[in-house]
């Protein structure tokens, strides 16, 4: 055994609930909110959200996971993900990982945002490549919007010309 | 008088990186960061404590009630560091290092002695201990011994 959270996946899932709870502890203290304002809109004493934060609970439902988050303004995602480590052997990838990153590239709330491409439509090695270049990310958010007029696949087109530094759009024929 | 060896292991089942490392140095009774922890290591403690390791090694900045330096305290103290767990009020305290010549952005933390407490304020007396084993010559030696200096190439 390499990683703690390779034993069981009881294990895996506690550090998930740590990661979760340490995020909200991070949020909390950041907020201008109180913990006693944040327990009363949870209906709970400030010593339980206390509690909760130092010593998460190793299995908590969902249900009460969007409770937490939601009560901070905040959303929650559950998300699966490959990082080439099938055997675990490194542990987990911080959630906190995966949210600064969905920070850092403008908190997109749609794939076209993210890959330039509609996904069904592009190869995926279209898809994948330059995932993170910023230019490929920017691009499709800068494009003004324009009625489509074409058929779909045009607007894919649109979204993968190559940004060379000229403002606007190339034109599709 | 016989001479004290001591031995740096690196804390097991934390994700360890070639950036960062957390290990214990062992080899004298004073040295119990690493004993105490053997003891927790399979609780729900232990596991809090491996998870705010990973942190630390995933680059997480310091963050109170979790991990930290000691930013505020006087120079000499700067490179001392602690691991928190407030709710069994455990602390695991070291100094972080750069004992790799060959990439100095290399960064272990040598975790030395432990502590109960509840209190939040810094107890100098721990960063007093930290620092003695952290100036020992058999700690310098154990540290060597565990990142020798890369061999010159031949010639030069």
Known sequence: MKHWTQANTADFAYSISLGFFTQLEDRLEQSPMKRRDYAEKLGVTAGRISQILNNPPDNPQLESLVQYARALGMKVAVVAYDDGDPENDKGPIFSEVFNASWERIGKPRDLISVTGAITPHAPYHETQQDFYRPETIVAPIQLPYMEPKAPIECIVAVAQVPITGQTGYAPIN | ?156
């Not at chain 2, 292991?9 to 360890?16: A, D, F, K, Q, S």
């Open chain 2, 1 to 156: 008088m016989p001479i004290l060896k001591l031995a740096l292991e690196l804390v097991p089942l934390v994700g360890h990186t070639e950036r960062r490392v957390v290990a214990f140095l062992r080899g004298h009774t004073d040295l119990d960061a690493g004993s105490e922890f053997d003891k927790v290591a399979d609780t729900p403690l232990g596991k809090r404590l491996r998870y705010k390791m990973d942190l630390w090694i995933a680059f997480k900045p310091d963050t109170k009630g979790k991990f930290h330096r000691f930013k505020n305290a006087a120079t000499a103290y700067r490179e001392c560091f602690v691991f928190i767990d407030i709710e069994e009020k455990m602390r695991l305290y070291g100094f972080t290092c750069h004992p790799d010549k060959a990439d100095p952005s290399f960064e272990l933390i040598v975790l030395t002695t432990h502590a109960i407490k509840k209190e939040n304020e810094t107890d100098l007396t721990e960063l007093n201990r930290v620092l003695t084993w952290m100036k020992h010559p058999a700690t310098m030696k154990a540290i060597q011994d565990a990142y020798p200096a890369e061999p010159k190439p031949e010639g030069k």
